[in-house]
């Protein structure tokens, strides 16, 4: 044993610890201040000083006076020679400034543990007991009267890779008989506390009393955050008749029983199997959850998808193993029989695999977004999933443009498809050309085209402008307004086709007409007859006009002479 006599450093002394592990047996009886602190490193970081007791005593600090300050330390409990464990209540009972870290090497620790810490240095206590070389939990337990095997009355305590057994009596009663781990109702656990449950396993349990369950939770504060995750709750059953269970609220469940106040319940990725209730209905006898208020925000339609979304990544061996009920809405949930697995990275994504809420490596966020975009791109939008050269269900409806399908179909709006294996994207992006950068092509690359053509009367043939401006050269224009492309179509036939075309559409030309021994010679006969009738028909024409320019003149002479009236009529 060592003992620090301060007689010497009337005003306390300082200790630091530069082995990573240091065994020995404290003693301090002067009225001054120590302060124990770690200085091991490794790789050249700094790492806590594990301070152990030596076997040959029983205890690993003894204070008579004075008082003793651990700083950045970690206890390391081992049974005594003779069989006797470490309490951790000699360890909580030092102050230390960083918390504690507690760990039992024993296989099985029996002690009742009481917490009471300021949370600035908060509490781990886990198990490291050693088997075949392997590390294994510490169970821990009671043999005597008390409520509960670890409390915390205030503080921040974590328990880690440890085993909790009840001691049944053979008069059946329990110890601990009221529960395994217990909070007080002091002012931080009743307001805004926090209880996680993590990779924790809940097996073979059995409850006869009536008004038990197989897990209990009760929390009573506010704002108050319950999380349950990666758990595994096996073979646990309420042993209750059905007549007993109807007016047994808290028996709803054979494994796990929750009454909740609001909607911050994290119970995710947790596994259920074997868990029974003793009646003919074993609908929800996995897990009750009661809501006696309804959250904000939830209501008849929605309370289901609420409620899923709170289990997400449970699994269970059973179908309506979940009982759920809140004011306006009560039913069963049936969890899926295999767990999902994570999504590890953007490269191995699937379309099963689930979002890690707690990993550091691959986000929610950016799990989520990345899923969203691989899995359900139709819904997003392109501000936020940009469009992609291939593949994009929301090509050519609205969201991005089409994707291009060959020569014949392209258009200014359409992209080349990257990964098309029917039109390749070296043939897309130079057929592009003939309508991005007709101007610049040349006709052997994008032959000339019928409108609007850029190259017309330089690399490809001039329009045709009006039918005085007509050549063998010129071709219709499509659509043309000035000289739409039908009468233009016809009008070019009496230059390319005249040997065809008639009278009508094509009048004989003077010199070269390829018609003149047919059509254009007879109509020059057919013009000499014409012209006789004509001028036969206008000789008659005048001699009619010459005789109609003679007329008869009519006087009638009125005489006024003794009242008569006479009228001469000369011709």
């Known amino acids: 044993m060592h003992v620090l006599n301060n007689s010497r450093c009337a005003d306390g002394s300082e200790f630091t610890l530069l082995g990573q592990l240091h065994v020995e047996n404290l003693f301090f009886f002067e009225d001054v201040s120590v302060l124990i602190k770690d200085g091991a490193t490794q790789s050249g970081n700094s790492i806590r000083t594990t301070l152990q007791v030596n076997d040959t005593q029983s205890y690993l600090i003894y204070i008579v006076n004075g008082r003793s300050t651990l700083q950045n330390l970690e206890f390391n409990f081992t049974k005594l020679a003779n069989g006797t464990a470490i309490p951790i209540g000699d360890a909580l009972y030092q102050t230390c400034t960083g918390g504690y870290r507690i760990t039992m090497a024993s296989q099985v620790h029996v002690e009742f ?38 409390f915390l009355d205030q503080g921040n305590l974590t328990l880690q890779n440890l085993e909790f057994n009840f001691t049944l009596l053979s008069n059946q009663s329990i110890y601990p008989d009221l529960s395994l781990v217990g909070t007080s109702n002091s002012t931080s656990a009743s307001y805004g506390a926090e209880f996680i449950i993590e990779s924790s396993k809940f097996v073979n349990i059995k ?3 009536i008004y038990g369950s197989g897990i209990s939770l009760q929390f009573g504060g506010q704002n108050q955050k319950i999380a349950i995750n990666k758990c595994t709750i096996e073979n646990i059953s309420c042993n209750v008749t059905e007549k007993q269970f109807i007016n047994c609220i808290d028996n709803h469940a054979g494994a796990f029983t929750a009454i909740i106040v609001s909607d911050k319940l994290f119970f995710q990725n947790n596994s259920f199997s074997g868990n029974k209730l003793i009646r003919s209905d074993q609908r929800g006898q996995d897990a009750f959850l009661w809501w006696r208020s309804e959250p904000t925000g939830w209501n008849y339609s929605n309370t289901l998808t609420k409620i899923q979304s709170l289990i997400k990544g449970s699994i269970s061996t059973d179908i309506n193993s979940i009982n759920y009920s809140t004011p306006s809405v009560q039913g069963f949930i049936s969890l899926p029989k295999e767990q999902l697995e994570y999504c590890k990275s953007k490269a191995e994504l699937s379309q099963v695999c689930e979002c890690d809420p707690n990993s550091t490596k691959y986000p929610l966020a950016t799990c989520e977004r990345d899923k969203k975009g691989e899995f359900d791109l139709a819904s997003q939008t392109n501000a936020t999933y940009p469009c992609l050269s291939t593949g994009d269900p929301r090509a050519g409806i609205g969201q991005c443009p089409a994707y291009c399908i060959s020569k014949d179909s392209q258009t200014a709006n359409c992209i080349c498809d990257s990964n098309s294996s029917t039109y390749p994207t070296s043939n897309c992006e130079k057929d592009k050309l003939c309508i991005t950068d007709l101007a610049n092509q040349p006709n052997s690359s994008c032959p000339c085209i019928n409108t609007a053509d850029p190259r017309a009367g330089f690399a490809c043939p001039q329009y045709c402008k009006s ?58 006969q057919q013009d000499d007859v014409i012209k006789k009738e004509d001028d036969e028909q206008e000789d008659e024409n005048q001699q009619e006009k010459d005789k109609s320019s003679s007329f008869n003149m009519i006087y009638i002479i009125i005489v006024a002479a003794g009242g008569t009236k006479k009228q001469v009529e000369i011709n």
Do not use: W
């Not at 908060?122 to 409520?147: C, D, H, W």
């Not at 030309?509 to 003149?516: F, I």
């Open 207 to 209: 409850n006869y009393h």
């Open 467 to 524: 039918k005085n401006e007509l050549t063998s050269e010129c071709i219709c224009e499509y659509r043309s307004i000035d000289y739409p492309q039908t009468i233009c179509e016809k009008d070019k036939l009496c230059i390319i086709d005249l040997i065809h075309q008639s009278l009508d559409d094509c009048p004989c030309l003077s010199t070269g007409d390829p018609r003149t021994d047919t059509i254009c010679k007879q109509a020059e």
């Open 113 to 150: 543990v009481n917490v009471s810490k300021p949370q600035t240095a908060p509490v781990l206590i886990k198990g490291g007991a050693i088997s075949g070389g392997r590390e294994i939990r510490t169970t821990m337990t009671f043999n005597s009267y008390q409520p509960h095997t670890v």
